[in-house]
């Protein structure tokens, strides 16, 4: 066997995702891509900020000059750390300064280089589901466990009892997603602070503090005004992680951070630590054209309101063909049920036969539901209306 065990169980699990991108492959080539309504993948279709362009032109102008694209200090460019910690230090409501923070390779990048700085073989991260599938994957590559906890269905609500209840000795850390892939749930302050309190409580009980992550690439994407709470506020051992993937559209450039909460008395050695994590996991730092777009782009985003109009596009198709959702109050995702309680891969793939491509909840932890992601335009939202329809009726017999 040329992989290893684990790699070559991944493979075999995730057989049907697969499966599922070569079948829209082969819908595209036989029917053309317009009569394909591909909701399967959440890469942000909407092109960059203008400041993107022209922070790459001024880019070009240095190009020639040595060390343009060098080595760099490990945690990222210094200005660029100045930056981030400005926009930080607004989007949490205390001030962050440029040494809380380190520039990684995505929000995917952050997360595993905090997981390789913190986890001892055989710790649980614990996360509610449905959850972004490559968490479990990112854990068990630092030797961890994804423990997920199921949150309310429909409402996809916390459930802060069985959260308490899930939490062990060995529990290290707590991940959660606001606004969320897949459900678009943002997290009220409220649902926050006692999940802050439960992480008290345990923390002191197993005698080590356990995290609060907050994963937040969709924070700019939240529709009818509703606000994303800030964690640093309400939890002293709370990390932050993001990217630019989203709302620079610059997903591909790989661009994110790591920053931890000036308020916890081990910050420096945490952020010591994912320092090294990222060198030696072999990201070193990250790319130098990214960060160097960031430093111009910063503030600058794609234009929301597209979003938000084909939230209402979307969630208009869904209520017409009688499929059953909560309104998304943030993100570019939509997490319906299966009609009738059905098999959430059956349902999946009778959409396909409507060439509407989708992801099975079971994919996410949570199965009886599926997963739209809306970064397609508004035609192709409105061009699966009819194929929505049939595969209910189908679906209800
Ligand atoms: N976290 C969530 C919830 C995501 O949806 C994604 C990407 O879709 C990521 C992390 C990874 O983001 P990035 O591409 O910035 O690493």
Redesign the pocket.
């Known amino acids: 066997m040329i992989l290893c065990s684990q790699i070559e169980g991944y493979l075999a699990k995730s057989s049907w995702i697969r499966r599922m991108f070569e079948t829209g492959i082969e819908l595209k080539k036989k029917y053309g891509a317009e009569n394909v309504y591909d909701f399967s993948l959440?890469n942000p279709d909407l092109a960059p900020p203008a400041a993107v362009a022209e922070g790459l032109r001024e880019l070009a102008e240095d190009a020639g000059k040595p060390f343009a694209f060098g080595y760099m200090p490990n945690a990222g460019y210094p200005q660029v750390r100045e930056r981030l910690a400005e926009v930080v230090s607004v989007e949490q409501g205390v001030a962050v300064s440029a040494e809380d923070l380190v520039v990684t390779?995505?929000?995917?990048?952050?997360?595993n280089a905090l997981f390789r700085a913190v986890l001892e073989p055989g710790d649980e991260v614990l996360c509610p589901a449905p959850y972004?599938v490559?968490y479990g994957f990112y854990a068990e590559n630092h030797r961890g466990v994804l423990k997920a906890v199921p949150s309310k269905p429909l409402t996809f609500e916390l459930d802060l009892k069985a959260l308490a209840s899930a939490i062990s000795d060995r529990t290290r850390c707590v991940l959660i997603?606001s606004p969320?892939?897949p459900t678009g749930r943002i997290y009220s302050l409220e649902e926050l602070s006692q999940l802050a309190d439960i992480l008290r409580q345990a923390s002191a009980r197993t005698g080590r503090p356990i995290l609060l992550i907050s994963?937040e690439?969709?924070r700019f994407l939240a529709y009818d005004g509703t606000e994303v709470p800030a964690i640093f506020p309400i939890y002293e051992h709370s990390v932050v992680?993001?990217?630019?993937?989203?709302n620079l559209a610059l997903?591909g450039e790989?661009v994110?951070y790591v920053a931890v909460n000036p308020a916890m008395p081990e910050g420096a050695h945490l952020v010591a630590g994912v320092i090294l994590a990222n060198r030696i996991l072999g990201f070193v730092n990250a790319p130098a054209v990214g960060q160097k777009l960031l430093a111009k782009a910063l503030g600058h985003e794609v234009d929301a309101s597209v979003y938000a109009r084909r939230r209402d596009a979307m969630a208009e198709v869904l209520r017409e063909a009688g499929i059953e959702f909560s309104m998304p109050q943030g993100?570019f995702y939509f997490f319906p049920r299966i009609p009738k309680g059905g098999d959430d891969a059956a349902f999946v793939n009778e959409l396909m036969q409507e060439q509407i491509l989708a992801v099975p909840g079971s994919g996410f932890g949570y199965p009886g539901f599926f997963r739209l992601a809306f970064c397609v335009d508004e035609s192709t939202i409105r061009g699966a209306a009819p194929g929505f329809a049939r595969a209910v009726a189908k679906a209800l017999g």
């Open positions: 959440g390779c995505g929000a995917a990048g952050g997360i972004f490559e997603n969320n892939n994963d690439p969709y992680i993001s990217s630019f993937s989203k997903a790989r994110g993100a």
